[in-house]
């Protein structure tokens, strides 16, 4: 049973692992202008996310189980401690990684918030100055910026 749930967690780990790496493209197209290449890597993060997701569910339904027939908390942490050996210790390292996997997608997906914000804001300001030059432009009767 814990080598079923040793394997979930490994699984979920690589899931997020290969999210992270789309949100690392997802932030490089941003930055190089690559605004094409965003929906393909939108559509790989939702692919990775849904197994992702898949897993998670599977990994809860496994710890419940496990934690139910051990009597102990639904945990990786207690299941291991009633697990002991080489098989606690692959439990704790896979959620390990996993613990990690999820910080470093945390993390990758705040900057990436934060320059698109920022992308927003710096379009929202050259939309208003465009309006402002417009609407001068034909204040004073000279140009026509409307095409």
Known sequence: MTASLSRILEEQAGALEEMWGVVVEQREAL???R???LQELQQRLQKHSFRARTLE???EKQTNLL???RGCEPTVSAIAETEGGEAARE???RADRLSIAV????SE???LKNLIEESAALHQVMIDEWRRVERAAAFRGGMDFRG
């Open 57 to 59: 569910a599977e990994r």
């Open 109 to 111: 997906m705040q900057i």
């Open 103 to 106: 910080r470093k997608l945390q």
């Open 31 to 33: 930055k190089a202008g």
């Open 91 to 93: 439990l704790r390292e």
């Open 67 to 69: 934690a139910a027939r």
């Open 35 to 37: 605004l094409s290449s």
